[in-house]
């Protein structure tokens, strides 16, 4: 039995008590070759009676010295765009605000003002930006009730599956397959995957 002694890993083989939590993520950080002596400032400790990581805060990292250049020129080069004027162009040539249709039984309000809305709402929630921000930014005239309401009405998981198919398809039939390959269809089955067939 002996060979089998051997195959077992060093912290099997030590004889002693059972530990603690902690005592055997330290040995198991040992085992990965991880060194306490080595790890500049990370500690394994305990944290409600769990294993923890404790990682020291790093200094603040000096700039590199060709970044700003680099942003000016970029920014001389294209300038600066809205990502709300690239997502209202975006619709523009797909249509996909046509994609989300409203829960109710009957629609309101004109084509225009709701698709304004609807493009703020999807803006709102693709930036994780929130209506309510979206409203205090101003200068558009549309109350956070408007756009609540857009978003309970018109905003729906199978809607929005809807329209991301709808702006891939559009995209991959406008690419140049002579540097891109064949444009295949996409279809939407999941909250944050699109399949291409």
Same mark, same amino acid.
């Given at each position: 039995m002996q060979p089998v002694l051997e195959a077992l890993p060093e912290r099997a083989a030590r004889a002693g008590p059972p530990r603690d939590r902690h005592e055997q993520a330290?040995?198991?950080?040992?085992?990965?070759?991880?060194?306490?002596?080595?790890?500049?400032?990370?500690?394994?400790?305990t944290r409600r009676g769990d294993p923890w990581i404790s990682v020291p805060q790093i200094g603040k990292v000096t700039e590199a010295p060709n970044l700003a250049a680099l942003k000016t020129e970029i920014e001389r080069?294209?300038?600066?765009?809205?990502?709300?004027?690239v997502f209202k162009d975006a619709d523009h040539l797909t249509a996909l605000t046509d994609q989300l249709a409203t829960v109710a039984s009957r629609e309101a309000s004109p084509r225009a003002v709701l698709r304004r809305r609807l493009l703020r709402v999807l803006f709102a929630?693709?930036?994780?930006?929130?209506?309510?921000?979206?409203?205090?930014?101003?200068?558009?005239?549309? =109350?956070?009730?408007? *756009? $609540?309401?857009?978003?309970?009405?018109? /905003? =729906?998981?199978?809607? *929005? $599956?809807?329209?991301?198919?709808?702006? /891939?398809?559009?995209t991959f039939a406008a690419r140049d397959a002579a540097w891109w390959g064949q444009a295949r269809r996409a279809r939407a089955i999941r909250r944050s995957s699109v399949v291409v067939l």
């Amino acid at each position: 039995m002996q060979p089998v002694l051997e195959a077992l890993p060093e912290r099997a083989a030590r004889a002693g008590p059972p530990r603690d939590r902690h005592e055997q993520a330290e040995d198991d950080a040992r085992d990965r070759g991880v060194h306490p002596a080595g790890m500049a400032g990370v500690r394994i400790t305990t944290r409600r009676g769990d294993p923890w990581i404790s990682v020291p805060q790093i200094g603040k990292v000096t700039e590199a010295p060709n970044l700003a250049a680099l942003k000016t020129e970029i920014e001389r080069r294209w300038g600066t765009l809205s990502l709300l004027d690239v997502f209202k162009d975006a619709d523009h040539l797909t249509a996909l605000t046509d994609q989300l249709a409203t829960v109710a039984s009957r629609e309101a309000s004109p084509r225009a003002v709701l698709r304004r809305r609807l493009l703020r709402v999807l803006f709102a929630l693709g930036t994780n930006m929130g209506i309510k921000r979206i409203v205090s930014t101003g200068g558009h005239g549309e =109350s956070e009730a408007a *756009l $609540r309401h857009v978003r309970r009405m018109y /905003v =729906s998981r199978d809607s *929005l $599956r809807r329209a991301i198919a709808t702006l /891939v398809n559009v995209t991959f039939a406008a690419r140049d397959a002579a540097w891109w390959g064949q444009a295949r269809r996409a279809r939407a089955i999941r909250r944050s995957s699109v399949v291409v067939l």
